[in-house]
């Protein structure tokens, strides 16, 4: 059995006493600065007690859960039993007799990574009375008779939240890795996380903004977003970025790229190894991107309908004067998906063919099933974030974005308290993860409208529930063939509910899951050709039969993708640089929209 370290091993370091000192007055300094402003910018009305209606859905579950104590007794039962069953095989473990653990954590689950947690008796028995704790809480929340559904998953959740917090691994006593750099270090790792604390307190004024990456290690334009191209045209929502050609021909029909507007469009060009707009310029597209703007509170009036009139209507038109080609095929990411199969309805409605093939990337257009983002979805929740948008004319992008980490707290949150606050680590340099934090603001009017006619009132699917510059869409309308993209394990946007969409459009479509999540799965270049993806030629109504009947197939999904669009007009013509049409170059790709990050 291995012994843990103790004070007075040879290994174990003493702290500097003048750094000790040095490090805390600075601490001390820090801390009192930190909390008097936060408390002069904090605002009465931010003083709720329960902005997220938590307290009411853990209210009714425990009243419903009190009507049937059969049923918790015998969870506690249960729960006694394993603990029973624990203590026992950490006693033979102790003996030196070989047992099989009572639980162990999923082969994914990276916070009890280190070996101490199944080689060493006492962090094994932690880890698994954690694990066994943690599933008597979920079994007796999600087992409680007569919850609506929505209370359900609310309690779910943050039943979920709550069990991930109290993990073990979180605190410094009973984390080895953590032990054993702190008697390395002779506590250095906790003053450096102290110290790291604080600055990400400093960075979100008051508010603990936790560091992902290392930011100063990305510049747009120079490491990260390089793809050669220019901004040919603009207006107060977006700039429309077109990129240089690579190939002497290209296809007739120019791309489009509609990203959400939730976040930077550069996700597609991160690095030139896994930039989707780099490869699809190689493949002989003409490749234009939508930036969208970091709105502020001059912007707070701009609606849906603007979004689609200045997004892609005004792209297309633009995209007309640069090339001459008035017939283009376009690509909706997410929330960009969601508004193009709302501007595709508009334009049937309203006669306007122009867009000849329509992709869809994780896109949701059914919002019955929304997944785990549906616990912020609630009337009391939709008033309360109505109320501090009106104040501002905007959502902070950081709230958001905050919302979206809580979706994967264990890898968007904890990993990194872990890491840079009791292992004292700084964060390591990744691009993906500097996109994530380079969130953006949405204008209020916009968001509620999303917010509420999408994902609370479920209408885009309904014929003529949506209204756009005054005109009824309906979905059923569109008959631009549609490819479908989405990803198995998708926690924003569910596969089975992007599904739903092949129901709703009525010309051709495919559909194609790739395996990984909502932006691993989609930014997977054939070089790599880590994540493997299905197809199935037929659409039936439900997706599990969809997949029963699909085919595995091994590599990335771009190349069917191309094939795809090949295969509904391959006709070429000679390239086209940015700047020889009727539109004048007005700055280098990426941008200057993209830059704007928020303080």
């Known amino acids: 059995m291995s012994e843990p370290e103790k004070p007075n091993s040879p290994d174990f370091k003493l702290p500097n006493p003048a750094v000790f000192g040095h490090t805390m007055a600075d601490i001390a300094e820090r801390s009192q600065r930190i909390v008097t402003e936060w408390l002069k910018r904090m605002p009465k009305e931010e003083h709720d007690t329960d902005p997220l209606n938590i307290g009411s859905a853990f209210m009714e579950m425990t009243a419903r859960l009190m009507t049937n104590p059969a049923r918790l007794m015998q969870a506690q039962f249960g729960l006694w039993q394993d603990y029973m ?8 473990r102790m003996m030196g007799i070989d047992t099989e653990p009572v639980i162990d954590s999923a082969s994914g689950d990276r916070r009890f990574k280190d070996s101490a947690w199944k ?9 698994q009375s954690y694990l066994l704790s943690a599933r008597y809480v979920q079994d007796v929340v999600t087992h409680v008779d007569g919850l609506d559904d929505k209370t359900a998953q609310k309690v779910d959740f943050y039943s979920k939240q709550f069990v991930d917090a109290m993990s073990p691994s979180n605190f410094v006593l009973t984390n080895p890795e953590v032990l054993r750099k702190t008697a390395e270090t ?11 604390l604080l600055t990400d307190l400093e960075q979100g004024k008051g508010k603990l903004r936790i560091k992902m990456t290392d930011m100063d290690a990305f510049k747009l334009g120079e490491n990260i977003g390089v793809t050669p191209g220019k901004v040919v045209y603009q207006n107060d929502l977006m700039q429309l970025v077109q990129y240089n050609p690579t190939t002497a021909m290209v296809l007739k029909r120019p791309l489009l790229i509609g990203p959400p507007w939730i976040n930077k469009f550069y996700i597609l060009d991160l690095r030139p190894r896994n930039s989707f707009v780099k490869w699809a310029v190689a493949q002989g597209h003409t490749v234009f991107v939508i930036s969208w703007v970091n709105p502020d509170e001059k912007l707070a009036e701009k609606n849906f309908a603007d979004y689609m009139r200045e997004g892609y209507l005004a792209a297309l038109d633009a995209i007309e004067q640069a090339t001459g080609e008035r017939e283009v095929n376009v690509i909706g990411y997410c929330l960009g998906g969601t508004l193009l199969a709302a501007t595709l309805a508009y334009m049937a409605a309203t006669g306007d063919d122009r867009i000849k093939t329509a992709t869809f990337f994780v896109t949701m257009m059914d919002f019955q099933e929304a997944g785990e983002l549906g616990v912020f979805i609630d009337e009391e929740q939709l008033s309360a974030l109505e109320d501090k948008m009106n104040k501002r004319g905007y959502l ?35 691009d993906l993860l500097y ?8 204008p209020a009017k916009m968001h509620s409208f999303y917010l509420r006619k999408m994902y609370q009132e479920n209408l885009l699917r309904v014929p003529g529930g949506i209204e756009l510059a005054g005109v009824p869409i309906n979905l059923e309308k569109i008959t631009t063939p549609a490819y479908f993209l989405s990803t198995r394990e998708d926690h924003i946007a569910p596969w089975k509910s992007t599904y739903r969409g092949t129901q709703l459009l009525g010309g ?7 395996a990984s999540g909502h932006i691993a799965g989609v930014v997977n270049s054939p070089d790599g050709g880590k994540y493997n993806h299905w197809i199935n030629e037929d659409l039936p109504p439900d997706p599990d039969q969809w997949f029963k009947g699909a085919t595995e197939l091994a590599g990335s999904w771009w190349p069917d993708w191309h094939r795809w669009i090949c295969a509904h007009g391959k006709t ?15 700055e280098d790709a990426p941008g200057s929209y993209v830059k704007v990050r928020l303080s």
């Open 572 to 586: 070429q013509v000679a390239a086209r640089e940015p700047g020889d049409g009727k539109l004048q170059v007005i």
């Open 186 to 196: 002779g506590g250095e790792n906790l003053l450096k996380g102290l110290s790291n």
């Open 435 to 442: 996109w994530n934090a380079d969130s953006t603001r949405m």
């Open 85 to 92: 069953s624990l203590w026992q095989n950490t006693a033979r």
């Open 396 to 430: 902070e992008g950081s709230e958001m974005a905050t919302t979206f980490n809580m979706l994967r707290a264990n890898d968007l949150i904890w990993s990194f308290v872990v890491n840079n606050y009791l292992l004292g680590n700084d964060p390591f340099p990744f």
């Open 119 to 127: 080689d060493n008796e006492v962090f094994d028995f932690i880890k």
């Open 508 to 514: 051709p479509k495919r559909f194609v899951l790739a």
